[in-house]
């Protein structure tokens, strides 16, 4: 199967799309692809458990509901970490995630090493 890459730049102020992200990285997971989310700009806000728990993209289901899926199956996060620092997204906000902080070059790695890249 392919690896995945799913890039992440819509927040809360883009539910529908920013859930849309999550749901494509949770199909793919289904269908036996190996997936990595990276979240930049207002996206790192997604990860912090009130917005998980909160939005509801129209038509493309709870973010925290496609968030458990992706996570029971093995998706691995990562946060822009200018992006996180210029929002606030903390440690607190990762703790206990499978999740973590990047600069670009990490964007730039994620990028060559999967076969493919969804952005939303």
Request: hydrophobic content about 45%.
């Amino acid at each position: 199967m392919s690896k995945i890459l799913v890039h992440v730049t819509h927040g809360p102020e883009q539910p529908t799309r920013a859930a849309l992200g999550f749901l494509v990285a949770k199909t793919a997971l289904d269908e036996g692809h190996s997936v990595s989310l990276f979240l930049a700009g207002d996206a790192v806000q997604l990860i912090r458990d009130a917005v998980l728990d909160n939005l509801t993209g129209l038509g493309t289901g709870k973010l925290r509901e496609l968030y458990d899926a992706i996570v029971a199956g093995g998706g691995r996060f990562y946060l822009s970490g200018m992006s996180s620092k210029a929002r606030g997204v903390t440690d607190a906000d990762l703790s206990g995630k499978p999740a973590e902080f990047a600069m670009p070059n990490v964007l730039v790695r994620l990028s060559l090493e999967h076969d493919r890249i969804f952005t939303y």
